[in-house]
Protein backbone atom coordinates (compact mmCIF):
# COMPACT_ATOMS: atom_id res chain seq x y z
CA UNK A 1 0.00 0.00 0.00
CA UNK A 2 1.47 3.36 -0.84
CA UNK A 3 2.13 5.63 2.13
CA UNK A 4 1.19 9.19 2.32
CA UNK A 5 3.63 12.20 1.44
CA UNK A 6 4.94 12.90 4.76
CA UNK A 7 5.42 9.13 5.38
CA UNK A 8 7.33 8.91 2.40
CA UNK A 9 9.86 11.98 3.31
CA UNK A 10 10.65 10.22 6.68
CA UNK A 11 11.14 7.10 4.87
CA UNK A 12 13.41 8.72 2.27
CA UNK A 13 15.62 10.20 5.55
CA UNK A 14 15.53 6.76 6.84
CA UNK A 15 16.42 5.11 3.62
CA UNK A 16 18.96 7.50 2.88
CA UNK A 17 21.41 6.58 6.43
CA UNK A 18 22.19 3.18 4.04
CA UNK A 19 22.99 5.62 1.60
CA UNK A 20 25.79 7.42 3.84
CA UNK A 21 26.80 4.15 5.84
CA UNK A 22 27.23 1.76 3.44
CA UNK A 23 30.28 4.03 1.62
CA UNK A 24 32.00 3.29 4.86
CA UNK A 25 31.66 -0.17 5.17
CA UNK A 26 31.88 -0.85 1.41
CA UNK A 27 34.90 1.70 0.78
CA UNK A 28 36.81 1.33 4.06
CA UNK A 29 36.06 -1.63 5.71
CA UNK A 30 35.57 -4.08 3.55
CA UNK A 31 37.96 -2.74 0.52
CA UNK A 32 40.47 -0.22 0.33
CA UNK A 33 41.42 -0.64 4.29
CA UNK A 34 42.05 -4.49 4.60
CA UNK A 35 44.28 -4.25 1.79
CA UNK A 36 46.27 -1.21 2.00
CA UNK A 37 46.90 -2.52 5.96
CA UNK A 38 48.18 -5.87 4.24
CA UNK A 39 50.24 -3.86 2.00
CA UNK A 40 51.81 -0.88 3.63
CA UNK A 41 50.73 -0.44 7.44
CA UNK A 42 51.74 -3.86 8.78
CA UNK A 43 55.70 -4.75 8.07
CA UNK A 44 56.20 -7.40 5.49
CA UNK A 45 57.67 -9.75 8.72
CA UNK A 46 54.87 -9.00 10.76
CA UNK A 47 54.44 -7.15 13.74
CA UNK A 48 56.07 -8.86 17.27
CA UNK A 49 54.09 -8.39 20.19
CA UNK A 50 53.75 -10.30 23.58
CA UNK A 51 56.44 -12.85 22.26
CA UNK A 52 54.53 -13.59 18.86
CA UNK A 53 54.56 -12.65 15.70
CA UNK A 54 51.44 -11.10 14.00
CA UNK A 55 50.50 -11.08 10.56
CA UNK A 56 48.26 -8.59 8.73
CA UNK A 57 45.77 -10.91 8.29
CA UNK A 58 46.21 -12.49 12.20
CA UNK A 59 46.06 -9.13 13.38
CA UNK A 60 43.01 -8.07 11.41
CA UNK A 61 41.02 -10.78 12.12
CA UNK A 62 41.55 -10.45 15.71
CA UNK A 63 41.02 -6.67 15.48
CA UNK A 64 37.21 -7.90 14.02
CA UNK A 65 36.25 -9.55 16.12
CA UNK A 66 37.35 -7.28 19.35
CA UNK A 67 34.90 -4.87 17.74
CA UNK A 68 32.11 -7.25 16.94
CA UNK A 69 32.46 -8.37 20.90
CA UNK A 70 32.20 -5.15 22.41
CA UNK A 71 29.22 -4.06 20.01
CA UNK A 72 27.95 -7.54 21.19
CA UNK A 73 28.15 -5.99 25.08
CA UNK A 74 27.09 -2.90 24.43
CA UNK A 75 24.05 -3.62 22.56
CA UNK A 76 21.16 -4.64 25.56
CA UNK A 77 21.86 -1.02 26.79
CA UNK A 78 22.37 0.50 23.70
CA UNK A 79 18.97 -0.96 22.56
CA UNK A 80 17.39 0.14 26.22
CA UNK A 81 18.28 3.74 25.70
CA UNK A 82 16.51 3.30 22.22
CA UNK A 83 13.32 2.03 22.75
CA UNK A 84 13.05 4.42 26.42
CA UNK A 85 14.22 7.63 26.01
CA UNK A 86 13.55 9.93 23.22
CA UNK A 87 17.57 10.62 21.88
CA UNK A 88 17.84 7.60 19.30
CA UNK A 89 18.19 11.11 16.82
CA UNK A 90 20.98 12.45 18.88
CA UNK A 91 22.77 8.95 19.37
CA UNK A 92 22.67 8.30 15.82
CA UNK A 93 24.20 11.14 15.12
CA UNK A 94 27.09 11.26 17.77
CA UNK A 95 27.95 7.34 16.28
CA UNK A 96 27.46 8.44 12.23
CA UNK A 97 29.29 11.82 12.94
CA UNK A 98 31.99 10.33 15.90
CA UNK A 99 32.74 7.05 13.61
CA UNK A 100 33.06 9.23 9.93
CA UNK A 101 35.54 11.62 11.86
CA UNK A 102 37.26 8.76 12.73
CA UNK A 103 37.52 7.06 9.93
CA UNK A 104 38.95 10.38 8.25
CA UNK A 105 41.54 10.44 10.47
CA UNK A 106 42.90 7.09 8.60
CA UNK A 107 44.66 9.56 6.40
CA UNK A 108 47.30 9.56 8.82
CA UNK A 109 47.85 5.57 8.62
CA UNK A 110 50.76 4.71 6.66
CA UNK A 111 54.10 2.46 6.87
CA UNK A 112 54.72 1.03 10.23
CA UNK A 113 51.67 3.48 12.15
CA UNK A 114 49.71 -0.62 13.22
CA UNK A 115 48.52 0.89 16.77
CA UNK A 116 47.25 4.22 15.37
CA UNK A 117 45.45 2.46 12.20
CA UNK A 118 44.07 -0.40 14.48
CA UNK A 119 42.61 2.30 16.95
CA UNK A 120 41.28 4.73 14.21
CA UNK A 121 39.42 1.45 12.27
CA UNK A 122 38.16 0.48 15.86
CA UNK A 123 36.62 3.56 16.82
CA UNK A 124 34.98 4.04 13.89
CA UNK A 125 33.69 0.41 12.88
CA UNK A 126 32.47 0.50 16.57
CA UNK A 127 30.49 3.79 15.69
CA UNK A 128 29.31 2.22 12.52
CA UNK A 129 27.90 -1.13 14.67
CA UNK A 130 26.63 0.94 17.18
CA UNK A 131 25.06 3.68 15.21
CA UNK A 132 23.15 1.09 13.20
CA UNK A 133 21.64 -0.58 16.87
CA UNK A 134 19.42 3.68 16.81
CA UNK A 135 19.02 3.00 12.83
CA UNK A 136 17.34 0.02 13.10
CA UNK A 137 15.25 1.32 15.62
CA UNK A 138 13.35 3.80 13.43
CA UNK A 139 11.99 1.51 11.25
CA UNK A 140 8.60 1.16 12.95
CA UNK A 141 8.77 5.01 13.65
CA UNK A 142 8.95 5.49 9.55
CA UNK A 143 6.96 2.56 8.36
CA UNK A 144 3.40 1.08 9.39
CA UNK A 145 3.36 -2.76 10.11
CA UNK A 146 2.28 -3.35 6.26
CA UNK A 147 4.92 -1.60 4.87
CA UNK A 148 7.76 -3.17 7.33
CA UNK A 149 9.33 -5.39 4.46
CA UNK A 150 9.04 -3.21 1.57
CA UNK A 151 10.74 -0.46 3.58
CA UNK A 152 13.51 -2.51 4.82
CA UNK A 153 13.66 -3.95 1.54
CA UNK A 154 14.20 -0.35 -0.23
CA UNK A 155 16.91 0.19 2.92
CA UNK A 156 19.04 -2.27 1.81
CA UNK A 157 18.41 -1.50 -1.95
CA UNK A 158 19.72 2.68 -1.16
CA UNK A 159 22.50 0.95 0.67
CA UNK A 160 24.02 -1.20 -2.04
CA UNK A 161 23.37 1.99 -4.84
CA UNK A 162 25.17 4.01 -2.45
CA UNK A 163 27.72 1.92 -1.26
CA UNK A 164 28.17 1.30 -5.39
CA UNK A 165 28.56 4.52 -6.35
CA UNK A 166 30.74 5.77 -3.72
CA UNK A 167 32.97 2.31 -4.22
CA UNK A 168 33.51 3.27 -7.77
CA UNK A 169 34.54 6.64 -7.24
CA UNK A 170 37.28 4.71 -5.34
CA UNK A 171 38.14 2.30 -7.72
CA UNK A 172 38.61 5.23 -10.47
CA UNK A 173 40.76 7.10 -8.17
CA UNK A 174 43.21 4.21 -7.03
CA UNK A 175 43.56 2.69 -10.71
CA UNK A 176 44.19 6.53 -12.04
CA UNK A 177 46.31 7.16 -9.10
CA UNK A 178 49.43 7.64 -11.43
CA UNK A 179 47.50 10.24 -14.07
CA UNK A 180 46.38 12.13 -10.66
CA UNK A 181 50.29 12.05 -9.40
CA UNK A 182 49.41 10.14 -6.37
CA UNK A 183 51.48 7.27 -5.61
CA UNK A 184 49.33 4.07 -4.48
CA UNK A 185 48.84 4.85 -0.86
CA UNK A 186 47.95 8.48 -1.33
CA UNK A 187 45.15 7.51 -2.97
CA UNK A 188 44.02 4.88 -0.66
CA UNK A 189 44.07 7.35 2.15
CA UNK A 190 42.33 9.93 -0.71
CA UNK A 191 39.74 7.20 -1.09
CA UNK A 192 38.97 6.24 2.53
CA UNK A 193 39.07 9.98 3.40
CA UNK A 194 36.25 10.69 0.58
CA UNK A 195 34.03 7.77 2.23
CA UNK A 196 34.25 8.82 5.59
CA UNK A 197 32.83 12.44 4.05
CA UNK A 198 30.35 10.46 2.23
CA UNK A 199 29.14 9.08 5.74
CA UNK A 200 29.11 12.34 7.75
CA UNK A 201 27.80 14.64 4.51
CA UNK A 202 24.71 12.39 4.09
CA UNK A 203 23.69 11.76 7.59
CA UNK A 204 23.18 15.27 7.80
CA UNK A 205 19.95 14.68 4.81
CA UNK A 206 19.02 11.75 7.44
CA UNK A 207 19.18 13.97 10.78
CA UNK A 208 17.47 16.82 8.86
CA UNK A 209 14.05 14.57 7.47
CA UNK A 210 14.04 11.52 10.38
CA UNK A 211 11.33 12.77 13.34
CA UNK A 212 11.77 11.13 16.50
CA UNK A 213 8.41 10.43 18.51
CA UNK A 214 8.27 11.25 22.05
CA UNK A 215 8.41 8.67 24.53
CA UNK A 216 6.39 7.53 27.16
CA UNK A 217 8.62 8.44 30.78
CA UNK A 218 9.89 5.49 33.14
CA UNK A 219 8.02 5.30 36.52
CA UNK A 220 9.79 7.90 38.55
CA UNK A 221 10.55 9.91 35.70
CA UNK A 222 14.25 9.02 36.47
CA UNK A 223 17.12 11.55 34.82
CA UNK A 224 20.71 12.17 34.01
CA UNK A 225 22.92 8.58 35.17
CA UNK A 226 19.42 7.69 36.95
CA UNK A 227 17.64 7.46 33.58
CA UNK A 228 20.76 5.28 31.67
CA UNK A 229 20.71 3.24 34.93
CA UNK A 230 17.41 2.77 34.57
CA UNK A 231 17.49 2.02 30.92
CA UNK A 232 20.38 -0.49 31.25
CA UNK A 233 18.54 -2.54 33.99
CA UNK A 234 15.13 -2.51 31.74
CA UNK A 235 17.02 -3.71 28.89
CA UNK A 236 18.99 -6.38 30.39
CA UNK A 237 15.74 -7.52 31.86
CA UNK A 238 14.22 -7.24 28.56
CA UNK A 239 17.19 -10.10 27.18
CA UNK A 240 16.41 -12.27 30.03
CA UNK A 241 12.67 -12.31 29.44
CA UNK A 242 13.04 -13.10 25.31
CA UNK A 243 15.36 -16.01 26.21
CA UNK A 244 13.26 -17.53 28.61
CA UNK A 245 10.44 -16.94 25.74
CA UNK A 246 13.20 -18.13 23.00
CA UNK A 247 13.95 -21.34 25.25
CA UNK A 248 9.68 -22.67 24.53
CA UNK A 249 10.54 -22.12 21.16
CA UNK A 250 12.49 -25.09 20.08
CA UNK A 251 12.15 -24.58 16.10
CA UNK A 252 13.45 -20.80 16.90
CA UNK A 253 15.98 -21.63 19.24
CA UNK A 254 17.14 -24.15 16.60
CA UNK A 255 16.77 -21.54 13.44
CA UNK A 256 18.73 -19.39 15.67
CA UNK A 257 21.79 -22.14 16.17
CA UNK A 258 22.08 -22.74 12.70
CA UNK A 259 21.79 -18.87 11.70
CA UNK A 260 24.78 -18.57 14.38
CA UNK A 261 27.13 -20.85 12.23
CA UNK A 262 26.39 -20.19 8.91
CA UNK A 263 26.10 -16.31 9.26
CA UNK A 264 29.54 -16.73 11.09
CA UNK A 265 31.05 -17.85 8.10
CA UNK A 266 29.35 -15.37 6.03
CA UNK A 267 30.59 -12.53 8.31
CA UNK A 268 34.20 -13.73 8.25
CA UNK A 269 34.83 -14.32 4.79
CA UNK A 270 32.75 -10.25 3.59
CA UNK A 271 35.86 -9.77 6.74
CA UNK A 272 38.68 -11.44 5.64
CA UNK A 273 37.99 -11.70 1.64
CA UNK A 274 40.21 -8.50 0.60
CA UNK A 275 43.19 -8.55 3.03
CA UNK A 276 43.28 -12.84 1.84
CA UNK A 277 43.82 -11.61 -1.62
CA UNK A 278 46.33 -9.01 -0.42
CA UNK A 279 48.32 -10.92 1.89
CA UNK A 280 48.24 -14.34 0.58
CA UNK A 281 47.44 -13.74 -3.31
CA UNK A 282 49.07 -10.50 -3.67
CA UNK A 283 46.61 -9.12 -5.98
CA UNK A 284 46.86 -5.46 -6.99
CA UNK A 285 44.62 -2.69 -5.63
CA UNK A 286 42.46 -2.52 -8.76
CA UNK A 287 41.90 -5.99 -8.99
CA UNK A 288 40.41 -6.52 -5.25
CA UNK A 289 38.46 -3.08 -5.24
CA UNK A 290 36.74 -4.12 -8.75
CA UNK A 291 35.87 -7.61 -7.51
CA UNK A 292 34.19 -5.64 -4.58
CA UNK A 293 32.25 -3.31 -6.87
CA UNK A 294 31.38 -6.38 -8.49
CA UNK A 295 29.60 -7.95 -5.63
CA UNK A 296 28.05 -5.04 -5.24
CA UNK A 297 26.03 -4.76 -7.54
CA UNK A 298 25.29 -8.44 -8.60
CA UNK A 299 24.14 -8.72 -5.08
CA UNK A 300 20.97 -7.03 -6.34
CA UNK A 301 19.80 -9.39 -8.75
CA UNK A 302 20.87 -12.28 -7.16
CA UNK A 303 19.13 -11.30 -4.07
CA UNK A 304 15.59 -11.12 -6.67
CA UNK A 305 16.55 -14.47 -8.09
CA UNK A 306 16.37 -15.99 -4.90
CA UNK A 307 13.50 -14.11 -4.18
CA UNK A 308 11.74 -15.67 -7.11
CA UNK A 309 13.06 -19.29 -6.12
CA UNK A 310 12.18 -19.11 -2.84
CA UNK A 311 8.74 -18.36 -3.92
CA UNK A 312 8.86 -21.24 -6.72
CA UNK A 313 10.24 -23.92 -4.05
CA UNK A 314 10.17 -22.55 -0.79
CA UNK A 315 12.40 -19.85 1.17
CA UNK A 316 14.50 -22.96 3.40
CA UNK A 317 14.89 -24.66 0.08
CA UNK A 318 16.55 -21.11 -1.47
CA UNK A 319 18.05 -20.48 1.91
CA UNK A 320 19.75 -24.31 1.87
CA UNK A 321 20.88 -23.78 -1.82
CA UNK A 322 22.44 -19.96 -0.67
CA UNK A 323 24.57 -21.99 1.73
CA UNK A 324 25.45 -24.78 -0.88
CA UNK A 325 26.76 -22.04 -2.71
CA UNK A 326 29.01 -20.33 -0.18
CA UNK A 327 30.42 -23.76 1.30
CA UNK A 328 31.44 -23.92 -2.51
CA UNK A 329 32.79 -20.55 -2.82
CA UNK A 330 35.10 -21.19 0.48
CA UNK A 331 36.12 -24.43 -0.69
CA UNK A 332 37.46 -23.15 -3.93
CA UNK A 333 38.94 -20.47 -2.19
CA UNK A 334 41.37 -22.59 -0.40
CA UNK A 335 42.97 -23.45 -4.11
CA UNK A 336 42.72 -20.46 -5.83
CA UNK A 337 45.87 -18.22 -7.20
CA UNK A 338 45.19 -15.48 -9.93
CA UNK A 339 43.09 -12.17 -9.82
CA UNK A 340 40.89 -14.37 -12.43
CA UNK A 341 39.76 -17.11 -9.78
CA UNK A 342 39.45 -14.02 -7.50
CA UNK A 343 36.75 -12.21 -9.75
CA UNK A 344 35.21 -15.47 -10.81
CA UNK A 345 34.92 -15.93 -6.90
CA UNK A 346 33.47 -12.64 -6.25
CA UNK A 347 30.52 -13.04 -8.75
CA UNK A 348 29.68 -16.71 -7.07
CA UNK A 349 29.85 -14.24 -3.75
CA UNK A 350 28.01 -11.36 -5.47
CA UNK A 351 25.28 -14.24 -6.53
CA UNK A 352 24.44 -15.56 -3.18
CA UNK A 353 25.06 -12.94 -0.10
CA UNK A 354 22.11 -10.87 -0.88
CA UNK A 355 20.04 -14.24 -1.16
CA UNK A 356 21.09 -15.80 2.17
CA UNK A 357 20.50 -12.34 4.02
CA UNK A 358 16.82 -11.68 2.63
CA UNK A 359 15.73 -14.85 3.46
CA UNK A 360 17.40 -15.09 6.69
CA UNK A 361 15.04 -12.32 7.99
CA UNK A 362 12.12 -13.57 6.16
CA UNK A 363 12.47 -17.48 7.84
CA UNK A 364 13.15 -16.23 11.26
CA UNK A 365 9.88 -13.68 11.12
CA UNK A 366 7.84 -16.79 10.30
CA UNK A 367 9.11 -18.55 13.52
CA UNK A 368 8.65 -15.83 15.85
CA UNK A 369 5.09 -14.87 18.26
CA UNK A 370 2.94 -12.01 16.48
CA UNK A 371 2.85 -10.29 18.67
CA UNK A 372 6.08 -9.53 19.98
CA UNK A 373 8.19 -8.65 16.19
CA UNK A 374 10.12 -6.07 18.11
CA UNK A 375 11.32 -7.79 20.45
CA UNK A 376 12.39 -10.75 18.58
CA UNK A 377 14.02 -9.07 16.20
CA UNK A 378 16.18 -7.57 19.05
CA UNK A 379 17.40 -10.65 20.13
CA UNK A 380 17.98 -11.55 16.05
CA UNK A 381 20.45 -8.58 15.87
CA UNK A 382 22.20 -9.66 19.27
CA UNK A 383 22.71 -12.91 17.35
CA UNK A 384 23.76 -11.19 14.49
CA UNK A 385 26.79 -10.02 16.26
CA UNK A 386 27.90 -12.58 18.42
CA UNK A 387 28.24 -14.69 15.10
CA UNK A 388 30.21 -12.13 13.99
CA UNK A 389 33.02 -13.10 16.69
CA UNK A 390 34.19 -16.70 16.57
CA UNK A 391 34.84 -16.41 13.20
CA UNK A 392 37.48 -13.75 12.34
CA UNK A 393 39.16 -14.74 15.84
CA UNK A 394 39.68 -18.89 14.11
CA UNK A 395 40.95 -17.12 11.10
CA UNK A 396 43.25 -15.33 12.95
CA UNK A 397 44.04 -18.01 14.88
CA UNK A 398 44.90 -20.30 12.82
CA UNK A 399 46.59 -17.78 10.02
CA UNK A 400 48.61 -16.92 13.51
CA UNK A 401 49.45 -20.68 13.87
CA UNK A 402 50.42 -21.88 10.84
CA UNK A 403 51.99 -18.87 8.76
CA UNK A 404 49.18 -18.64 6.23
CA UNK A 405 45.66 -17.59 5.83
CA UNK A 406 45.34 -20.20 3.18
CA UNK A 407 44.94 -22.85 5.51
CA UNK A 408 42.17 -21.00 7.49
CA UNK A 409 39.83 -21.06 4.90
CA UNK A 410 38.63 -24.72 4.70
CA UNK A 411 37.22 -23.83 8.66
CA UNK A 412 34.82 -21.64 7.39
CA UNK A 413 33.69 -24.15 5.33
CA UNK A 414 32.82 -26.22 9.14
CA UNK A 415 30.78 -23.18 9.32
CA UNK A 416 28.52 -22.87 6.82
CA UNK A 417 27.59 -27.05 6.54
CA UNK A 418 27.26 -27.27 9.80
CA UNK A 419 24.82 -24.17 9.95
CA UNK A 420 23.11 -26.10 6.51
CA UNK A 421 22.92 -29.36 8.58
CA UNK A 422 20.65 -27.47 11.56
CA UNK A 423 18.59 -25.73 9.59
CA UNK A 424 17.86 -28.89 7.83
CA UNK A 425 16.24 -29.86 10.49
CA UNK A 426 13.86 -26.87 11.63
CA UNK A 427 10.05 -27.03 10.57
CA UNK A 428 8.01 -24.47 9.31
CA UNK A 429 4.35 -23.95 9.16
CA UNK A 430 4.02 -24.61 5.12
CA UNK A 431 6.25 -28.07 5.53
CA UNK A 432 3.94 -29.36 8.76
Known amino acids: MPAPPSARRQELAWCMYDWANSAYLTTVATAVLPAYFAAAVVPAGGVAALGLTFTAPALWGYLMSAVALAVFLLAPPLGAVADHTASKKPMLAACALGGSVAAALLWFSGPGRVTLTMLLFGLAHTAFLAGNVFYDAFLPHVA?????DRVSGK???FGYLGGGLQFALALGLVAGHARLGLDEGQAARLAMLMAAA???????????????????PLPGDPRGAALAAACVRLGLRQVAATVRRARENRRLLLFLAAFLLYNDGIQTTIAMATIYGKAELHLPFSTLMLTLLMIQFVAIPGALAFGRLAEAASPKAALLTTLAGWTAVVGAATFITTGAHYLLLGAAVGCVLGGSQALSRSLYARLIPAQAPAEFFGYFSVVNKLSAIAGPFLFALITQLTGSSRLAIPCLAVFFASGALLLARVRFDAEE
Not at 144 to 148: E, G, W
Open 155 to 157: GFA
Open 198 to 216: WWGGFTFVTLRGLHEPPVA
Open 144 to 148: TPQRL
